[in-house]
């Protein structure tokens, strides 16, 4: 039942109905400004330029205070990652400052006859104790057996902490659980990063392909800015997703794909850009190494053996790939960002990168740009220390990074194999819902000698925790600077909007200070924030006091295209479709089509994503956001609800392939998704009583991602290879 092929594999939505500029944005426009956006009208006492943290594209934000108190968040218009706009999560901050949910006191686990119990301490006794913990955890087993978890801003004083204490097992539930395999895919073939923020010139751009990429849900605040802006210079949008996502609905093609088979649809497109002469022969024959190999390479693989694949017409596949080609340069695929789907994702992310190549839009108008970045120099102070990583049990043969899931798994015993990691120092991760099975992280967690978590908020991971140190929210403290490479040059500066809340303490503070009870002190030479901060910008000629008072400076614009040939950091300096880096790891050099495993019968593939206004578990608790979307809903197609029984906004419980279950969870019963998936939100189904609010709504897809298909190049987990079944909840 559940195999069944939607019919319904290809809408073209008329010229007439694509919309522009403000269409783009304007299912998100009418959500609801409730009550805690009303009191616009007030003069504020002071308005405080910083940078949001409520996810990780970091807008420039100006904070408006009155009586000590944020009313307002809005875009600063100087800061260029927001434009004087901010997404409705920007604009939730004021929830997350003042959540009275939030941790406010430092914590240690104590046992209270025999059982496990919270004990507030003191700052100074939480922080003697884990430097304890750490420093007997270091010296029974060696630095490198203490690992960091971290994500956000915050965390680049945790890494040098973790780095001072000797060890570089440094894990990043955003590498091997999200892009990492769409960098070393675009790595591979151009020698570079796509970076965040991706460095797609789409205000520029004629056309753009998005695969599974679910911008408009996907709520990073200048890029939908940037795709308002195409879409009012009339760019064609190409949308393939087993979901008719937000950006679905504004493409002139979607291609409601099956699950996994993307990599046959773009070695089809390759096919028919070089087997029609549709190629940008210039760039290639000036920048590509491996074009003769591609070509023979993508021979067969022709529309009609991609259809038998994807379910896609082969007159649509032609007519999308002309499309692209018609407009290229100017024209792109995007790379995605959450790419960790199938296991195959890094040679799915050459794929991309290869058709890119034929479209020649490297460093082009409108496909993808050079970023700019301002060079900050570092505090001055002493070197850290070489240090060493842990041997993972499972190695991969292009790595970057040590992988989070196998420093999860590293943890606990394996047969004779001891743990090989022995304490987690966590900065603003929830690991037990981010990693791969929920179950085995907590298991991981419990057998840890030690772990401290560092967070604002008693998620699920402060559960599992020896320690946890309340951090102030970013409303509250100073931070690093702030320089992603960009269209523009800027640097940027998080500062405090109000005095701290509750006995919250900012990171740089708590990493400082752990770092000197553990006689680490000297790696940080500073006096405080303000001394970090004003000596690096003093050492960059910036001035602070300006950064201070606009939140930002830009600096110089320069060229971020280039037309002349290109030299790139690849080993043969050229745009390599033939992968010699990958033929000597013992790797296909050649992004190959494998297919990928089928739901069985009775049960769907599991797919998820993003809310407009929720990140991760990081707002579901958020008593402004929870107002907009207050939970999760199960996306389920009409035939396949009829044929289960199942009526909309029917309460289900889900059961994935290994019998876990969660829920319940609302359905919500639409044609906008094909018959052999189902699809849900992901941070919902919070498990910790602490978040009032937060605590039970909806379900976790975290529970049901127990299996995952490894990328044999640099050990991403593919997540989208979970199989549920439904049944109606019944109430006890
Ligand atoms: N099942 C499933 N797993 C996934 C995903 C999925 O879609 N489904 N998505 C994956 C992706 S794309 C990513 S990037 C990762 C992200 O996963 P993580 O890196 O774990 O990021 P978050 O979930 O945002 O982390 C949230 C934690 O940070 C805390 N926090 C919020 N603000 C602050 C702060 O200012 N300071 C501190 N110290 N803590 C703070 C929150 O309270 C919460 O405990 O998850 C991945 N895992
Ligand atoms: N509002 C909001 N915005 C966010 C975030 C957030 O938490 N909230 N998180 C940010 C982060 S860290 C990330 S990584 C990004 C993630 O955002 P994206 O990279 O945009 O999203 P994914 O989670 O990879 O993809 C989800 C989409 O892929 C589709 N899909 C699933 N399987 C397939 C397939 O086999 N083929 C194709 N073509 N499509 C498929 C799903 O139907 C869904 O529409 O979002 C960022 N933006
Ligand atoms: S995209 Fe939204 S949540 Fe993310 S930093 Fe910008 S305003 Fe904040
Ligand atoms: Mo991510």
Same mark, same amino acid.
């Given at each position: 039942m559940?195999s069944a092929i939607?019919?319904?594999?290809?809408?073209?939505?008329?010229g007439?109905t694509?919309?522009?500029?403000?269409?783009?944005?304007a299912g998100?426009?009418?959500?609801p400004?409730?009550?805690w956006?009303?009191d616009?009208?007030l003069?504020?006492?002071?308005?405080?330029p910083t940078?949001?943290?409520?996810?990780?594209w970091k807008c420039?934000?100006?904070?408006?205070?009155?009586?000590?108190?944020?009313y307002?968040?809005?875009?600063?218009p100087?800061?260029p990652?927001?434009n004087g706009?901010?997404?409705?999560?920007g604009t939730g901050?004021?929830?997350?400052?003042y959540?009275p949910d939030?941790?406010k006191t430092?914590?240690?686990?104590?046992?209270?006859n025999g059982e496990?119990?919270?004990?507030?301490?003191?700052w100074?006794?939480a922080l003697t104790?884990t430097?304890?913990?750490?420093n007997?955890?270091?010296?029974?087993?060696?630095a490198q057996?203490i690992a960091l978890?971290?994500?956000?801003h915050?965390?680049?004083?945790f890494?040098?902490l973790v780095?001072?204490?000797?060890?570089?097992?440094i894990?990043?539930?955003?590498?091997?659980?999200?892009?990492g395999?769409?960098?070393?895919?675009f790595?591979?073939t151009?020698?570079?990063?796509?970076g965040?923020?991706?460095?797609v010139d789409t205000?520029?751009?004629?056309?753009?392909?998005?695969?599974?990429t679910?911008l408009?849900e996907?709520?990073?605040?200048?890029?939908?800015q940037?795709?308002?802006?195409?879409?009012?210079?009339g760019?064609?949008?190409?949308?393939?997703?087993?979901?008719f996502?937000?950006?679905a609905?504004k493409s002139?093609?979607?291609?409601?794909?099956k699950?996994?088979?993307d990599?046959?649809l773009l070695?089809a497109w390759?096919?028919?850009?070089?087997?029609?002469?549709?190629?940008?022969a210039d760039?290639?024959?000036?920048?590509?190494?491996?074009f003769?190999q #591609? !070509?023979?390479?993508?021979?067969d693989?022709?529309?009609?053996? &991609?259809?038998?694949?994807? +379910?896609?017409?082969?007159?649509v /596949?032609?007519?999308?790939a002309r499309e692209?080609?018609?407009?290229?340069?100017s024209?792109?695929?995007?790379?995605?960002?959450h790419v960790?789907?199938?296991?195959?994702?890094t040679q799915r992310?050459?794929?991309?990168?290869i058709?890119?190549?034929l479209?020649?839009?490297?460093g082009k108008?409108?496909g993808f740009?050079f970023?700019?970045?301002?060079?900050?120099?570092g505090?001055?102070?002493?070197?850290?220390p070489h240090?060493?990583?842990?041997?993972p049990?499972?190695?991969f043969? #292009? !790595?970057?990074a040590p992988c989070?899931?196998?420093v999860?798994? &590293?943890?606990?015993?394996? +047969?004779?194999?001891?743990?090989? /990691?022995?304490a987690?120092?966590?900065y603003?991760?929830?690991?037990?819902?981010?990693?791969?099975n929920?179950a085995k992280?907590?298991?991981?967690m419990?057998a840890?000698?030690?772990?401290?978590a560092?967070d604002?908020?008693?998620s699920e991971?402060?559960?599992?925790a020896d320690?946890?140190l309340?951090?102030?929210?970013y409303?509250e403290?100073?931070?690093?600077l702030?320089?992603?490479?960009?269209?523009?040059p800027y640097?940027?500066l998080?500062?405090?909007?109000v005095?701290?809340l509750?006995?919250?303490?900012p990171g740089?503070?708590?990493?400082k200070?752990?770092?000197?009870?553990? +006689?680490?002190?000297?790696?940080?030479?500073w006096k405080?924030?303000?001394?970090?901060l004003?000596t690096?910008m003093?050492?960059?000629n910036?001035?602070f006091e300006?950064?201070e008072k606009?939140?930002?400076?830009?600096g110089?614009?320069a060229?971020?295209y280039e037309?002349?040939p290109?030299?790139?950091?690849?080993p043969?300096?050229?745009v390599?479709?033939f992968s010699?880096q990958?033929?000597d790891?013992?790797l296909?050099?050649?992004?190959?089509?494998?297919p990928t495993?089928?739901p069985?019968?009775?049960?769907?593939?599991?797919?998820?994503?993003?809310s407009?206004?929720?990140?991760?578990s990081?707002?579901t608790?958020?008593?402004?956001?929870?107002?907009?979307v207050?939970e999760n809903?199960?996306?389920?197609n009409?035939e396949m609800a009829?044929?289960l029984?199942l009526?909309?906004?029917?309460?289900?419980?889900l059961e994935n392939?290994?019998?876990?279950?969660?829920?319940p969870i609302t359905?919500?019963?639409?044609e906008?998704?094909?018959?052999d998936?189902?699809?849900?939100?992901h941070?919902?189904?919070?498990?910790d009583?602490?978040?009032?609010?937060?605590y039970?709504?909806?379900?976790?897809d975290?529970?049901?991602v127990?299996?995952?298909?490894?990328d044999p190049?640099?050990?991403?987990t593919?997540?989208n290879v979970?199989f549920?079944?439904?049944?109606r909840?019944?109430?006890a």
């Amino acid at each position: 039942m559940a195999s069944a092929i939607n019919r319904r594999t290809f809408l073209r939505i008329s010229g007439t109905t694509v919309v522009g500029a403000a269409a783009v944005t304007a299912g998100l426009a009418t959500l609801p400004v409730k009550s805690w956006a009303s009191d616009r009208g007030l003069t504020p006492d002071r308005v405080v330029p910083t940078f949001c943290e409520l996810c990780f594209w970091k807008c420039g934000v100006l904070a408006s205070v009155r009586n000590e108190k944020v009313y307002k968040l809005e875009g600063n218009p100087k800061h260029p990652l927001s434009n004087g706009k901010l997404c409705p999560r920007g604009t939730g901050g004021i929830g997350a400052l003042y959540d009275p949910d939030r941790l406010k006191t430092p914590l240690i686990r104590t046992k209270v006859n025999g059982e496990d119990k919270w004990r507030e301490a003191s700052w100074d006794e939480a922080l003697t104790y884990t430097a304890t913990r750490l420093n007997e955890v270091k010296a029974k087993y060696g630095a490198q057996s203490i690992a960091l978890f971290s994500h956000g801003h915050g965390g680049a004083f945790f890494k040098t902490l973790v780095k001072a204490l000797g060890s570089t097992t440094i894990v990043a539930p955003s590498n091997d659980q999200c892009r990492g395999p769409r960098e070393s895919g675009f790595e591979l073939t151009y020698g570079d990063v796509v970076g965040s923020v991706e460095n797609v010139d789409t205000p520029h751009a004629k056309c753009i392909a998005y695969l599974g990429t679910h911008l408009g849900e996907n709520m990073h605040n200048t890029a939908v800015q940037d795709l308002s802006e195409a879409s009012a210079r009339g760019c064609t949008f190409i949308t393939v997703d087993p979901r008719f996502s937000i950006i679905a609905s504004k493409s002139k093609y979607w291609l409601p794909i099956k699950p996994g088979t993307d990599t046959a649809l773009l070695l089809a497109w390759a096919h028919v850009l070089i087997d029609e002469k549709l190629y940008r022969a210039d760039f290639v024959e000036q920048n590509v190494l491996g074009f003769e190999q #591609l !070509a023979a390479h993508v021979k067969d693989r022709t529309p009609e053996w &991609a259809y038998l694949e994807t +379910g896609l017409e082969p007159s649509v /596949i032609r007519e999308t790939a002309r499309e692209l080609a018609r407009n290229a340069p100017s024209a792109f695929v995007h790379p995605g960002r959450h790419v960790v789907w199938y296991g195959n994702d890094t040679q799915r992310s050459r794929a991309v990168a290869i058709v890119n190549g034929l479209l020649g839009n490297w460093g082009k108008k409108g496909g993808f740009y050079f970023p700019q970045s301002m060079g900050i120099p570092g505090y001055p102070g002493p070197k850290l220390p070489h240090g060493e990583s842990y041997t993972p049990r499972l190695t991969f043969p #292009l !790595a970057t990074a040590p992988c989070a899931y196998d420093v999860g798994l &590293a943890s606990v015993k394996d +047969g004779d194999d001891e743990a090989r /990691i022995h304490a987690w120092v966590v900065y603003g991760c929830n690991v037990p819902l981010t990693l791969p099975n929920t179950a085995k992280t907590i298991e991981a967690m419990k057998a840890l000698d030690f772990v401290v978590a560092v967070d604002t908020m008693p998620s699920e991971v402060t559960g599992y925790a020896d320690v946890v140190l309340p951090e102030n929210t970013y409303l509250e403290r100073y931070d690093d600077l702030e320089s992603t490479p960009y269209r523009v040059p800027y640097v940027a500066l998080r500062q405090p909007a109000v005095a701290s809340l509750y006995d919250s303490k900012p990171g740089w503070w708590i990493a400082k200070s752990l770092a000197e009870k553990l +006689g680490l002190g000297e790696y940080f030479p500073w006096k405080d924030a303000r001394d970090y901060l004003s000596t690096r910008m003093a050492k960059a000629n910036l001035s602070f006091e300006q950064l201070e008072k606009d939140g930002v400076i830009v600096g110089p614009a320069a060229a971020i295209y280039e037309d002349g040939p290109l030299t790139l950091k690849t080993p043969s300096k050229k745009v390599e479709f033939f992968s010699q880096q990958m033929a000597d790891a013992g790797l296909p050099p050649m992004p190959d089509y494998e297919p990928t495993e089928e739901p069985p019968t009775g049960y769907f593939r599991l797919l998820f994503g993003r809310s407009p206004v929720h990140t991760f578990s990081r707002t579901t608790n958020n008593p402004q956001l929870l107002e907009i979307v207050p939970e999760n809903e199960l996306w389920i197609n009409t035939e396949m609800a009829r044929v289960l029984g199942l009526k909309p906004g029917a309460k289900v419980m889900l059961e994935n392939q290994d019998a876990v279950t969660t829920g319940p969870i609302t359905l919500k019963v639409t044609e906008r998704i094909r018959q052999d998936c189902v699809y849900m939100v992901h941070g919902f189904g919070r498990e910790d009583r602490r978040l009032s609010r937060g605590y039970g709504r909806g379900a976790s897809d975290s529970r049901l991602v127990t299996r995952v298909k490894r990328d044999p190049v640099m050990g991403g987990t593919g997540m989208n290879v979970n199989f549920v079944s439904i049944s109606r909840w019944k109430e006890a």
